[in-house]
């Protein structure tokens, strides 16, 4: 019962901390509300911080009913991958979405800018040049700079169609052997990469704006010319965004820790120590993937559920087994639901595509776990923390009978003695041997109480037991 009111006890301190991280991540986001104009930064180099604050702030304004959210930009370029992961979250929301350019949207800046619904600019500002390059600025050799083109230019035209942009300006935009003509006119010869500024972009042909919906001064005056009414709430990064990427790019790790632990928990019932560390692990990927927008409290709340559960079962149940499987479900399905980028509009089951990384990812962690647990289980119970761990256990668990305890002469035992189990033995607990009590280790996985055993070994102080049932049959 000590361990379950622990748990308890951690779970609350647990949800705190997430209200508090939810209101410390985001502190404009609070006041998102039906209505509202969401206001998010792509300031500096893209990365992933950037997409952490803005996929927030998303499904934020989505889950609100706000009217738009538009990304005020100002940017050379960037990381490709965030580029990316950055265009598939615009792609994914519902709310319309608005690029705001405050001087420039170079490179990936201009390729997330054609993800959006509108594009407008300020009055000296600039569109274009996403031409990929090496990291470090450097351009690509001949063969790689053909195939990476390839590959973008098609991803960018695909982007801008859906978006409902001219896809020849995405290409024109990464490919310089690209020529774009509007009617008769040439917007982009070919051999040059195409660069916009804001009177270019926001020309007209035909009464359709070659790429710009049109010129603001601001942000305030777009809104009025746009017609959002809404209350304006700007979104501002913190250091938890910060610290949510680190988490979430352990979190394997952090899956490894917990149901490692969680492993030892049932093993050596009322230990305690690996209680609290599964817990802090759990936590950790938790409160990592929810930080970086990933998972939300329903999440966190299915895997309490699914503890609560397993905890009910074996401590007031007597072990039937079937509930504990429900609850191991329920936290298998809670830990690929947080890895999941799920948007409220979103259907609630995911694709079998959509759920394989995130499947994957729990794959490797458990077998990577079960490793851990067989070179666990084979050295701990010889060791002397794992004795001193158990015996503590089951002391402050109370029971009749005197107790025989580590390190002692371990008189009147012998190989073959038959006894019964007075607590579950997983693998460790105590047998009764007559009149007195031992602590034992069985030579199974499990072993319920009040079943009968007899002693395989004894090793020192440790006492090896077997269930009758495993005893070889005597010869005929």
């Known amino acids: 019962m000590r361990a379950v009111r622990l748990l308890l006890l951690l779970v609350a301190f647990l949800a705190a901390g997430f209200a508090r991280a939810q209101t410390a991540a985001s502190p404009a986001a609070a006041d998102i509300t039906s209505g509202s104009v969401v206001v998010v930064e792509i300031d500096g180099e893209i990365n992933k911080t950037q ?10 304004a989505e889950r609100a ?21 950055i265009q598939k979250a615009l792609l994914a929301v519902k709310v319309p979405t608005y690029t705001f350019i405050n ?14 619904k509108q594009i407008w600019m300020a009055p000296v500002s600039a569109i274009g040049a996403a031409a990929p390059v090496q990291g470090g600025g450097q ?54 990469l195409l660069t916009l500024d804001a009177k270019a972009a926001a ?21 009025r010319q746009a017609k959002l ?34 492993y030892l928990e049932f093993k050596m019932p009322g230990a305690t120590i690996p209680a609290i560390l599964a817990v802090v692990f759990f936590a950790l990927f938790f409160g990592g993937h929810y930080v970086a927008g990933l998972a939300g409290f329903e999440v966190v709340a299915l895997f309490v559920l699914g503890v609560l559960l397993v905890v009910a079962d074996f401590v007031f149940l007597g072990g039937s087994v079937a509930i504990a499987l429900v609850g191991v479900a329920l936290m298998f399905g809670a830990m690929v639901w947080a890895m999941l980028d799920r948007y409220p509009s979103q259907p609630w089951l995911p694709t079998a595509a959509e759920a394989l990384p995130a499947l994957s990812s729990l794959g490797l962690a458990i077998v990577f776990s079960a490793i851990c647990i ?29 107790l025989v305890p580590v390190g002692s002469v371990l008189t009147g035992l012998a190989v073959g003695l038959a006894g019964v189990t007075r607590t579950p033995l997983r693998p460790a607990g105590k047998a009764q041997f007559g009149d007195t009590l ?28 077997r269930t009758r049932q495993q005893a070889p049959l005597a010869a005929a």
């Open 139 to 192: 351009d690509l050799d001949k063969d790689m700079r053909k195939k990476t083109v390839s590959y973008f230019s098609s991803y960018a035209r695909s982007v801008a169609s859906q978006q409902g942009h001219n896809p020849d300006l995405a290409q024109a935009f990464i490919d310089d052997e690209t020529e774009v003509k509007i009617g008769d006119e040439v917007i982009s010869p070919k051999g040059k």
């Open 438 to 465: 031992v602590d034992v280790v069985s030579d199974g996985d499990f072993v319920a109480s009040e079943t009968e055993v007899e002693i395989r070994r004894i090793e020192g102080a440790v006492v090896t037991v």
């Open 203 to 223: 020309r007209r042909i035909a009464g359709k704006p070659i790429l710009a919906e049109g010129i603001a001064d601001s942000i305030a005056d777009l809104v």
């Open 374 to 402: 067989a070179v666990i289980t084979s050295m701990l119970p010889k060791t002397r923390v794992y004795r001193s761990m158990v015996l503590s256990a089951e002391v402050s668990g109370g029971s009749s009978g005197p």
């Open 103 to 116: 001087t420039n949207a170079g490179s990936a800046g201009a390729l997330i800018a054609l993800a959006t």
């Open 51 to 60: 997409l952490v604050v803005l996929r927030r702030a998303l499904k934020r």
């Open 229 to 262: 009414n809404g209350p304006v709430v700007k979104v501002l990064p913190s250091g938890f965004e910060r610290v949510a990427l680190a988490l979430a790019g352990l979190a394997p790790l952090f899956l490894l820790g917990g149901i490692v632990c969680a």
């Open 65 to 85: 009913g706000a009217a738009a959210v538009i990304l005020e930009m100002n940017t050379f370029g960037g990381s490709l991958g965030a580029c990316i992961d």
